[in-house]
């Protein structure tokens, strides 16, 4: 999961509803899960909608559909809501999405997937629908999104938006850290700082 973001140019994977739940990207059954391997979840990313009850796939679920593709998740309004699990973010990283792009994240799940190497874009409403209606029109729309100078450009229409992150997370994103590498990069400074202070 640990992987530097920089600047990313992909297609995307459009769905396009709003109040998906955390319990509809990775099922309350899988929370008890004793393995933390990207593969087992990523398999089972909505894993309701992927397949049908007799376990045979959903073909009319979009990650089933060999039109869309890359490493970028267009989703609707309120993506995340519900409970706090972290293993939907485990299963969006896990499936290989780096980044998902939505007009509004519940609080703890955006936080989730930050932890997780995933970058959360928020967009306005109005460059969101656009940016769904360019993939419906063409599957092969590509978007790029840059965290150094925050923007997120979809190329079929030329348009950009600036979006908000964190500082600390743009850094420890951007460097590939987590909480507990970012402390260590930081020891000296930390001892420093306490001797400093004793």
Known sequence: MKQKFDTITS?????????????????ARFLKATTREESFFGDNLFRDWRYNPDG?????????????????LVAGKNFGSGSSREHAAWAIAGYGFRVVISSFFADIHKNNELNNFVLPVVVSEVFLAELFASINADPKTQVTVDLPNQTVTNLSTGKSEKFEINGYKKYCLMNALDDIDFLVENKGKIEQWEQANK
Do not use: A, H, R
């Open 11 to 27: 297609t995307c994977v459009p769905l396009p509803l709003e109040n998906v739940d955390t319990d509809q990207i990775i099922p």
């Open 56 to 72: 045979s796939l959903n073909k009319d679920f979009v990650l089933n559909n060999p039109t869309y593709g890359g490493c970028i």
